[in-house]
């Protein structure tokens, strides 16, 4: 896993008071807190991690780097004339660099200003409700602060990968979205539990960088959309990767 840097990492708020206190600042804390200073509120978000939040790091937006390539491959490979000048097999290294990018080299320096312009105080530290309408946080450093909200406190604390309970599972430290959308090397073979829309996404970018991937899902592909959604899927990932001279990786649905 990269090394994460979080910008000022033990600079408590200057007020121990705001209207509004969110406890995340993932996408749904930061919105919550945009529309609230918007609204005339003073707002403090409390981020124990990094300020933006999984979508920033390890979900959304990595998980489409990873997708990019294999997606303009297959635009081009299906376009007459276009189909002709690919002539190699994607540069997985090149890749993942540009994944590293998107996802800022897990730096929030850009998301902090983000929070600075918008109006909206940072603390950080890991918060918890300690009252009604209190906050307590604990810093990195142990030091420990408390505020309090006027009107409301927002939990927008989002949610962790759950480990399936399978025999030996946790015991082999598997992959969770974590690790696999801020990979640094494209394992030759990877088996993915789950046919969700994240064990799709990975299966079809680690098919187009060359892995052969094993997709396990007791529930067939996207259950939960209309089925041509997983059936459209299905076809795709178990088709041969578009480069005239790509790996020949593909996927195996169980
Ligand atoms: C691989 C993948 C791809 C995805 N792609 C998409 C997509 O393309 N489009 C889409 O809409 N959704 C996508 N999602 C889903 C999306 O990432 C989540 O819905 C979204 O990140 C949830 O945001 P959140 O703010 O609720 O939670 P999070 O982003 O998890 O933010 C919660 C924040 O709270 C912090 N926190 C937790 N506890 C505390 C505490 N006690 N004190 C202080 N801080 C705390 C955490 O550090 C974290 O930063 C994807 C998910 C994955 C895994």
């Known amino acids: ?56 790091y390890w979900a959304c937006m990595p998980s489409k780097a990873l997708l990019r390539a294999g997606s303009v491959l297959r635009a081009a490979h299906a376009v007459a004339g276009a189909r002709a000048a690919i002539t190699g097999s994607p540069d997985a290294r090149a890749v993942l660099g540009r994944r590293d990018e ?12 983000w929070l600075q312009k918008a109006g909206i105080a ?31 406190v927002a939990i927008c604390t989002g949610s962790r990968a759950a480990m399936p309970p399978i025999d030996g599972l946790a015991a082999a430290r598997p992959w969770t979205s974590r690790e696999i959308t801020s990979a640094e090397h494209v394992p030759a073979r990877l088996a993915i539990i789950g046919g969700g829309v994240v064990g799709c996404e990975m299966a079809t ?23 041509f959604a997983g059936e459209a899927v ?13 790996p020949t990786a593909s996927t195996d649905i169980n």
């Not at 998107?102 to 200003?113: E, L, M």
């Not at 299905?234 to 790509?246: D, E, S």
């Open 205 to 227: 970018a680690f098919t187009s960088l060359g892995s052969r991937v094993t997709l396990l899902a007791r529930s067939g592909l996207l259950a939960e959309v209309e089925p």
């Open 1 to 56: 896993m990269p090394a994460l840097t979080a910008t000022a990492a033990t600079d408590f708020p200057p007020s121990d008071t705001y209207d509004l206190v969110v406890i995340g600042a993932g996408a749904v804390g930061e919105n919550v807190a945009d529309r609230a200073v918007q609204g005339g509120l003073s707002v403090l978000i409390v981020e124990s991690e990094l300020v933006g939040g999984e979508c920033s």
């Open 102 to 113: 998107v996802a800022a080299h897990w730096d929030d320096a850009g998301q902090v200003r």
């Open 234 to 246: 299905a076809a795709r990932t178990k088709r041969k990767p578009p480069a005239a001279n790509g």
């Open 122 to 152: 940072l603390a950080r530290g890991t918060a918890r409700l300690d009252g009604e309408r209190r906050v307590a946080i604990t810093a990195a450093d142990g030091s420990m602060r408390a505020v309090t909200a006027t009107h409301a």
